[in-house]
């Protein structure tokens, strides 16, 4: 997708209506690059965007409701891109299953929509623990389960064409506790794995995606510690935390664009349309 990456003067960047700090970094970062900032919180947006080039930040629900109208190219990972990795990279069993399914474990599970957030991810003490109501809850709606472990610090990268454009730490045990990727004390070995993972399964992700991996540590094996992958996001619903700006910006703007510049090698991991009930 020669040039999406970048921006275009007359082409137009399109938020929610809900205005977060990574919302507010990078209408100003496209704003900069003379793009045309609208929000769905503004009367006539979606009407005035139109007949332009439209990139989207935001939602999967007001993104499914607005991508046709404004032909949107949506790009996204496979729900199951973290149960199909080799154990070398996730360091942890993975499963990709449904709600009904996941509500008969009988043990300590990570459980997590694979891209949506329907349900908090989180460790549930069984399946019975799951969500059985609420928006985009049923029994057929996937799940990731994996075992528990403990992640010492985890980091966000902004992926564009299998190489990292920008990075943060987002967490240190758990707890929120972002920070650039640029100058960390951990910077070369989140490079290093992150390098050897996307030259082994680059085929398997968009060219625009975000990556989170993390520093596994084990207790049974006297505190050994192995990086991981953590998760893989659309860029387009994805928070910057510490990232820089202008690399998590052509990322975004590669992952959610104009449906008629995707490219090839792209196009069978465009989000499909929503399913019509009824």
Known sequence: ?????????????????????TTVLLAEAAAGRGMAVRSLADAGALTASAEAAVHWYGGPLAADRIADTLALGLLEPPDDWLAKLPQEFTGRHVELTTLAEAWQTRHPVFAKPPSDKSFPAAVYADGSRLPRTGEGVAPDTAVLLSDVVTFAVEYRLFVLDGRVAAGSRYAVYGRLDPAPLDGDVREPEVRRFADRLLAEERHSLPSAVTVDIGLVQDPDRGGRERWAAVEANMPWFSHSYAARVEGVLDVVLRAAGPRGRVAPGDERFLRAAPRVFG
């Open 1 to 21: 997708m020669g040039g999406v990456g970048v921006g275009r003067r007359g082409s137009v960047f399109l938020t929610s209506g809900q205005r977060t700090s």
